[in-house]
């Protein structure tokens, strides 16, 4: 059974589809890369996913029920979500904001328990920021934040991984670091959908590609056919022989 089936999902903000009639699938140990020109609708398709946005028609299943009658607590348990944008305003250590990912599990009102702060440990040693867990959040670097909210992601538990945008802002060494830890999940048998701006970086570890072309045209299927720089110089509107593409 895929970890997401979506069928048929159409969206518009207006007159125009920006996503219509999209169908693929993601199973546990699939990387998936989401390319495309801004505007074709990779950050809005994530939110569907997640069901903080509703479609017009189509669904989305995930591990077989339909996404949009799962309760949030359960949702949260199904599918993490990291942001491309995060904000901190409390100064909360590394540890502190990788338990909040517990929270679709503990709950608000009672305490953290042993397997909370196990799992908590376990998601830090992952992303490699066990060293950082008594940092306050707020004195990292954009790189060192990127994987703190990572581990809190893992620290769900879900089997879905979905991250907007997780390398921008981001120098060479660190889009390199965070894209090898994704593969590495994904080969540990979760499935994971990460919204790329950078095409090139989908050859680091993706083994899917979908690619959002824009007024509703897609392509979906495995990477080493999706990133082709005609297919990719068609969606963005560049020649072929740009060195902005993967070769």
Not at 194 to 205: I, S
Request: overall charge neutral; glycine content about 10%; hydrophobic content about 45%.
């Amino acid at each position: 059974m895929p970890a997401l089936k979506v069928s048929g999902l159409t969206f518009s903000y207006g007159p125009r589809p920006l996503i219509q009639d999209l169908s693929f699938e993601l199973c546990a140990g699939s990387f998936l890369c989401v390319l495309g020109p801004n505007g074709s609708g990779k950050s809005t398709l994530l939110r569907l996913l997640t069901g903080f946005m509703k479609a017009t028609s189509g669904s989305v299943r995930l591990g077989g029920e339909e996404a949009a009658s799962i309760e949030p607590g359960r949702l949260a348990r199904l599918a993490a979500y990291v942001a491309s944008e995060t904000s901190t305003p409390y100064d909360f250590s590394v540890r502190e904001t990788v338990l909040l990912g517990r929270t679709a599990r503990a709950g608000f009102w009672r305490g953290y328990s042993a397997e909370d702060g196990a799992a908590a440990g376990l998601a830090m040693e992952e992303t490699g920021i066990t060293a950082l867990a008594e940092r306050s959040i707020n004195t990292l670097s954009t790189g060192e934040r990127q994987l703190v909210f990572i581990a809190q992601a893992l620290a769900q538990e879900a089997r879905l991984l979905l991250l907007d945008e997780p390398t921008s802002h981001l120098d060479l060494k660190y889009k390199s670091e965070i894209m090898a830890l994704l593969a590495r999940l994904a080969g540990r048998g979760l499935a994971v959908a990460a919204v790329l701006h950078e095409p090139a970086l989908g050859r680091l570890g993706c083994n899917k590609a979908l690619i959002l072309n824009g007024g509703g045209s897609y392509s979906f299927g495995a990477a080493a056919e999706m990133l082709t720089p005609a297919r990719l110089a068609a969606a963005y509107g560049i020649p072929p022989d740009s060195p902005l593409l993967p070769k």
